[in-house]
């Protein structure tokens, strides 16, 4: 009797393949397939662009930002012994780069004594003179930042010199806004100098969960004006935050671009970007 039982499991077995199934935890499914970005082939959909800057002292600490699945825009310090690798190594990632110029802060006793910094007693011929060192330093570059400035930045005629001899190699200006009493960016609109400036720093807090948080306040401000631009520093922590968030947020409600895009398509005349990017 057990034998009849069991040769006729067998057979509905073999008529009904459907009976046999693989436990659930062997089961092999296809992730569904998601794009970047929900927005990518929009036209309104908002630009943020990443700066990672002060590059120049350890190049190979761009390594993790390479790495990452978005374009982002190195900017390089002049004049340190490692400068000219630095460049040639940011020079390998999607974007154009730019040049990190120090300048005056309001406590002289951070500015670095490896670096050279335009300071508001130079005389104006000091600063063109400095400027135009530190620039032909840097080949090839499209625009420069401002690292620290919270003192020089305040100075519209120092800012008049500086942007003179920007408008000469017709390089953008990217104000960092180290302080909120800066006149940099109105000072360059006025002199018609293509500029932007940073919305969001991202690791003010070096922790990957913080430089996330701060990844979310990014695309809230892009939402809101069209396009955002951050300031971040080459940390693991701030590779690690960016990472975690890409991660954890795709399909992305943005799109990300080379900072150089941001100038190169923007409607100054209407203080917007244009609707679509053009390559560097």
């Avoid at 761009?62 to 460049?87: E, N």
């Avoid at 807090?205 to 520093?233: C, F, N, Y």
């Avoid at 954890?248 to 917007?272: E, G, I, K, T």
Wanted: proline share 8%; aromatic share 6%.
């Amino acid at each position: 009797m057990a034998i009849l039982l069991l040769a006729s499991l067998l057979v509905a077995c073999v008529s009904n393949p459907v009976a046999i199934r693989k436990p659930a935890s062997q089961a092999i499914t296809k992730p569904e397939h998601r794009p970047d970005s929900l927005c990518q082939a929009s036209p309104n959909c908002p630009m943020v662009a990443i700066v990672i800057d002060d590059i120049g002292r350890r190049p190979h600490d761009l390594t993790p930002f390479l790495d990452l699945p978005i374009p982002v825009t190195f900017s390089v310090f002049p004049g340190l012994p490692l400068t000219s690798q630095a460049l040639k190594l940011a020079k390998r990632a999607k974007c154009a780069v730019f040049g990190h110029i120090p300048m005056e802060p309001i406590n002289a006793s951070v500015m670095e004594p490896d670096l050279t910094f335009l300071l508001t007693h130079d005389s104006h011929d000091q600063i063109r003179t400095k400027l135009n060192t530190m620039l032909n330093e840097l080949p090839g570059i499209v625009g420069i930042n401002n690292h620290m400035g919270s003192k020089f930045t305040q100075d519209t005629g120092l800012m008049q010199v500086v942007f003179s001899v920007l408008k000469q190699r017709n390089l953008y200006f990217l104000d960092s806004r180290t302080t909120r009493l800066t006149v940099a960016e109105a000072t360059a609109r006025h002199m018609h100098i293509r500029t932007l400036r940073r919305d969001v720093f991202l690791d003010d807090t070096r922790d990957p969960l913080a430089v996330a948080t701060s990844m979310d306040k990014l695309v809230k401000k892009a939402e809101q004006q069209g396009w955002a631009v951050a300031i971040g520093h080459p940390f693991p922590q701030t590779a690690a935050g960016i990472t975690r968030w890409l991660d954890s947020s795709a399909p992305w409600p943005v799109r990300f671009v080379c900072v150089a895009s941001l100038f190169s398509c923007r409607d100054f005349s209407r203080d917007r970007p244009c609707p679509a990017t053009r390559g560097e």
